[in-house]
């Protein structure tokens, strides 16, 4: 599991003074982008080397408001990943571990001409790092 942690900004929250419901899927993206800097699989790195990795779903279950002057952590998991696609789990709590959000989502690799690719073909090194992204038994790329 991963963590990503830092304070609710004063402009994300909406006149009801709570975030405003758009902000979550930022943090989720915020969560992934240092995930993957710290795996060596930065997105824009990948995207150098001709392959971009778009979200194709998400879903968002909202469970209780962050306010402005909380604190949150984001813990997300890579729970699938085939070589095309990979699949993210995201639990969202504030500093008292109340849980904020449930959330997955599904992104595809794809090439420059919008269509999917298999990341072991285009970039075998860094399909390699995915695979060690997974426990063995979830493996499947």
Known sequence: MYEYTRAVYYYETDQMGV??????????EEARTFFFNDADLAYVETEKLGV???ITEISLKFVYPARYG???????NL???TGVRFYVK??????NGE??????????FIGQDYKPVSLARMIPHRHELMKKLMSPADDEG
């Open 19 to 28: 975030v405003h419901h758009s902000n979550y899927a930022r943090w989720l």
């Open 52 to 54: 971009m990795c778009p």
């Open 70 to 76: 909380d604190d949150f952590t984001v813990r997300l």
């Open 79 to 81: 729970t699938k990943y």
């Open 90 to 95: 995201y639990t969202v709590v504030n500093q």
């Open 99 to 108: 849980v904020l959000l449930e959330g997955e989502s599904v992104h595809a």
